[in-house]
């Protein structure tokens, strides 16, 4: 499968709220954050929609990046590797504020959060998502 800009930018953002979404409310009561459940909820689902916006533009740049490749898609390792540079920026928009609704993550409880996710998000993408949706492979991606 090659997949499509809007096949990815739908994969990502489907598996980013549903799959990521199950998970942080799974692991969110677990992590170091030193503040309430609530509040604690509140900053690992900022980090998620964080992602989520700023994957849609990071897709946008790994597609330009992927028309100077003859195959037109990265191999997989990159498209896991690439959660180190997305986790980097999101990391440096909360610790500099820039995220304004929330204060800010302890650094523990973000990496534990978001490696996690990303790895879960990977292994689905890669995995069992082909099961439910047969048809994700053959349309490139796209969901709707």
Same mark, same amino acid.
Do not use: C
């Given at each position: 499968?090659?997949?499509?800009?809007?096949?990815?930018?739908?994969?990502?953002?489907?598996?980013?709220?549903?799959?990521?979404?199950?998970? /942080?409310?799974?692991?969110?009561?677990?992590?170091? /954050?030193?503040?309430?459940?609530?509040?604690?909820?509140?900053?690992?689902?900022?980090?998620?929609?964080?992602?989520?916006?700023?994957?849609?533009?990071?897709?946008?740049?790994?597609?330009?990046?992927?028309?100077?490749?003859?195959?037109?898609?990265?191999?997989?390792?990159?498209?896991?590797?690439?959660?180190?540079?997305?986790?980097?920026?999101?990391?440096?928009?909360?610790?500099?504020?820039?995220?304004?609704?929330?204060?800010?993550?302890?650094?523990?409880?973000?990496?534990?959060?978001?490696?996690?996710?990303?790895?879960?998000?990977?292994?689905?993408?890669?995995?069992?998502?082909?099961?439910?949706?047969?048809?994700?492979?053959?349309?490139?991606?796209?969901?709707?």
């Amino acid at each position: 499968m090659l997949p499509t800009l809007n096949g990815r930018i739908q994969t990502r953002i489907f598996l980013l709220v549903v799959v990521g979404g199950l998970w /942080t409310l799974i692991i969110t009561p677990i992590l170091p /954050t030193g503040v309430g459940l609530g509040a604690s909820y509140g900053a690992t689902f900022s980090v998620i929609l964080v992602t989520t916006v700023l994957g849609v533009l990071w897709e946008l740049l790994y597609h330009g990046l992927q028309q100077f490749r003859w195959e037109k898609d990265w191999p997989t390792l990159f498209g896991f590797l690439t959660g180190i540079n997305e986790g980097l920026l999101v990391w440096f928009l909360f610790a500099g504020g820039a995220v304004f609704w929330h204060d800010g993550v302890p650094g523990a409880a973000f990496v534990i959060h978001f490696v996690t996710t990303w790895v879960i998000v990977f292994l689905v993408a890669n995995g069992p998502m082909r099961v439910p949706f047969i048809h994700w492979r053959i349309n490139g991606g796209r969901l709707v």
